[in-house]
């Protein structure tokens, strides 16, 4: 069974922040979520790479790829 649990880390470690009764030894996956401030920078650029790339003028050189 998967379960997740919210975490912070502390001086190195990492601290539960609900009460979970985890049997020594067991093995977890860590997932590192970005901070608000990268997220949002994250998506802003999004947005540039996405006009850049997904653009009419460009496909004349997917038809030309093509031929």
Do not use: C, H
């Not at 977890?28 to 949002?40: G, I, K, R, S």
């Not at 790479?49 to 997904?54: F, G, I, Y």
Request: no cysteine.
């Amino acid at each position: 069974m998967l379960k997740t649990l919210w975490a912070t880390v502390r001086q190195g470690k990492i601290e539960l922040l609900e009460l979970s009764e985890l049997p020594e030894g067991a093995k977890v996956l860590v997932t590192v979520l970005p901070d608000e401030e990268a997220e949002f920078w994250l998506q802003a650029s999004q947005t540039s790479l996405d006009t850049v790339w997904d653009n009419t003028e460009d496909d004349v050189y997917a038809q030309l790829l093509l031929k």
